[in-house]
């Protein structure tokens, strides 16, 4: 036990009453934030300091015989029962993460990076297979093309198997060998006591094998990037920020592809504005139409359509073209058209227009 001692309510940054429950949510959020897999190298040694720290207040205020010795005499009471092994032993440091053990949680939250679980909830094993890369490729689309749906080709470079080596990374004849350093795990160790840490191997870079005659075509890489080709349907619908997941079309790594990703991005149009699974355009009409109203012919998605215009329609007005809209990607709902009216005004008139003009004002006294 260290010289001073800080409390390991105070530790945890819970209150004294703390149930259980709350002891488990502060513990798990301070591993999460201090674990020193997570920090940089010149800070390992203070979050290893202050990881063993937090542990050991769990251990203890999760335990409800060391909790109640603890809040009845403090750090001595401790001291004076139990060696540090004997404070982790019993500690049911698996429930903090549901059940799965830090194991899991911590290859998932560094990709399997270093961490050993305590003792008694088994290790990882070094090596873990991955699965390739993802790709991210963008789709610049026409707005018809995302109403209706296209195909669209994409070229672009991943990495594919190796074909003189298999994937093995190994020259023809020969075979990986398991690591002298890390004895396969694809990990070191380091630690006392009940807590140990682990970081990859530098030998074999978590491999768990090393490769003594490496493969001329892939330099034992077992991959080589080569150029692909790939078709992807774009579904009517789709808008800017859609994105399209085409399975086992990633770069290969040892345990599969990876995913690939197209992101779509529809261009603007001249004519139309997207609002969702609707469109809406502005339509321009005489001011003689507007009085009197009349048809009109509108140009719409799938091309023009005759539009009825009312007599006294007004600057601005919206009329509603039903099923003239995009497909919704989900709902598969078609929406439709908003047509705003705009009205124009002759910049310029004969003299029997104005001649004209200026009698029907007088009608309307105006």
Not at 122 to 138: C, F, L, T
Request: proline share 4%; with cysteine.
């Amino acid at each position: 036990m260290p010289a001073t001692q800080r409390d390991y309510y105070e530790i945890l940054g819970v209150e004294k009453g703390a149930s259980v429950d709350d002891v488990k949510k502060a513990y798990r959020q301070l591993v999460l934030k201090c674990h020193p897999d997570r920090v940089a190298e010149d800070k390992k040694k203070e979050a290893e300091a202050q990881f063993k720290e937090i542990s050991e207040a769990y251990a203890v205020l999760s335990d409800p015989q060391k909790r109640q010795l603890y809040d009845q005499y403090g750090h001595s009471g401790i001291d004076s029962r139990y060696s540090t092994d004997d404070i982790f032993r019993n500690a049911d440091f698996s429930e903090i993460f549901g059940g799965s053990g830090f194991s899991s949680v911590f290859e998932e939250l560094f990709g399997g990076g270093g961490f050993d679980a305590f003792s008694g909830g088994g290790r990882r094993s070094g090596g873990r297979q991955r699965r390739g890369e993802d790709i991210n490729a963008e789709a610049a689309i026409t707005l018809e093309q995302a109403a209706f749906g296209t195909e669209k080709t994409v070229s672009y470079t991943r990495y594919d198997n190796c074909g003189q080596c298999q994937g093995t990374g190994a020259a023809s004849g020969t075979k990986k060998e398991t690591c002298g350093m890390c004895g396969g795990h694809g990990v070191v160790s380091s630690g006392r006591g009940f807590i140990s840490f682990s970081q990859t191997c530098p030998k074999c870079s978590g491999a768990g094998s090393v490769i003594k005659n490496p493969c001329g075509a892939c330099s034992g890489a077992g991959r080589v990037r080569q150029q692909h080709t790939l078709t992807v349907n774009i579904p009517a619908g789709v808008d800017t920020g859609s994105v399209l997941r085409l399975r086992d079309e990633g770069h290969h790594g040892p345990s599969g592809r990876g995913e690939f990703y197209l992101h779509i991005a529809v261009k603007p149009h001249e004519v139309f504005e997207r609002q969702g699974s609707h469109v809406r355009c502005r339509y321009p009409i005489s001011v003689i139409k507007a009085i009197l109203g009349g048809d009109a012919d509108v140009p719409t998605l799938t091309g023009k359509v005759r539009m009825k215009i009312p007599p006294g329609t007004q600057p601005s007005a919206v009329f509603r073209l039903k099923g003239k809209g995009i497909v919704d990607l989900h709902s598969k709902r078609i929406g439709d058209q908003m047509v705003e009216i705009e009205i124009k005004i002759p910049e310029k008139l004969s003299n029997a227009e104005r001649k004209l003009l200026n009698d029907w004002a007088k009608l309307r006294q105006e």
